[in-house]
C-alpha cells in the first residue's frame, strides 16, 4: 500500500507543473482569426496602415497574386497598382487602394532558452536559437 505524505504531493504536484510549463509554447502574439471579411479602421488592426476605415479578408491566394490580378483587371501597366484604383458603380466613380498584410503567431518555446541560458554560462556557443520561436504566417 502506498502512501503519500502531504509533502511529497505538493512537491510532485509542482515539479509537474514545472514541466508542462517549460515543454510548452506561450503565445506572444496571435494572429487574428477572420471567417469572411471585417470592416475596421486601419490603425486598429494593424499599425503600419492608414487610419481609413478597411474592408480586410484573409487571402488564402500566394503573395502578389491579388496584386496582378488588380493589375491586369484595370490595365494598369504596373503603375500605381496599389493607389486610388479608379472603378464605377452605377455611372459614379470610386477609388480604391489595398495593402498585402502578413500577421504571423508568435510563440516562445521555454525550453530552448533555459538550455542557451545555461550554455551560455558555461560559455558555449547557442545551440537552439532557431527554437526559440515559432511563427505561423496568416496572409491577410
Known sequence: MLVFKANDMKKSMIGMLVIVILQSCIPIRIAPKIEDYQLTKGKKFKRS??????????DPKDVNEFY?????????DYIDVYEDIPFSIANNQYFFS???VDIPNK??????LAVDAILQNAEINPVMDGFTRQDKVIGI
Open 49 to 58: 496602415l492608414p487610419k481609413r476605415q478597411m474592408f480586410v479578408f484573409e
Open 68 to 76: 496582378n490580378y488588380v493589375n491586369t483587371k484595370f490595365q494598369l
Open 107 to 112: 510563440t516562445i518555446n521555454l525550453i530552448p
Open 98 to 100: 489595398f495593402y498585402e
